[in-house]
């Protein structure tokens, strides 16, 4: 069955850098569209991130988080990361590594079917 393992969570200053990672198995990862959804604290609902395409080809941010992410996948190690700069203290939250089929749509969250356990990232300021 899926599985989504996330790490890399911890707490960072404000300005600093962190990197998340998740790594999948179980499926069929070079074929499907991964993302990265957060979820803020007293939050209910979980708000896609980033997101890219099967074979890196295409990528989508947030405008909240465009510009300070990167979203990369490495299809040989069943893998997708996140890279995180520029933190501000609204990017704290769980942090969910996401999976869906191969589609175009990267932006929309319907898109993704399974999700991880996620990891926290705290950004004190």
């Known amino acids: 069955q899926v599985q989504l393992v996330e790490s890399g969570g911890g707490l960072v200053q404000a300005g600093g850098s962190l990197s998340l990672s998740c790594a999948a198995s179980?499926?069929?990862?070079?074929?499907?569209?991964m993302g990265w959804f957060r979820q803020a604290p007293g939050k209910e609902e979980r708000d896609l991130v980033s997101?890219?395409?099967?074979?890196?080809?295409?990528?989508y941010y947030a405008d909240s988080v465009k510009g300070r992410f990167s979203v990369s996948r490495e299809n040989g190690k069943n893998t997708v990361y996140l890279h995180m700069t520029s933190l501000k203290p609204e990017d704290t939250g769980v942090y969910y590594c996401?999976?869906?089929?191969?589609?175009?749509?990267?932006?929309?969250?319907?898109?993704?079917?399974?999700w991880g356990q996620g990891t926290q990232v705290i950004v004190s300021s």
């Open positions: 996401a999976t869906g089929p191969m589609t175009p749509a990267i932006a929309i969250p319907e898109a993704y079917h399974h």
């Open positions: 179980g499926y069929a990862f070079s074929v499907s569209t």
């Open positions: 997101g890219i395409s099967w074979n890196g080809g295409s990528t």
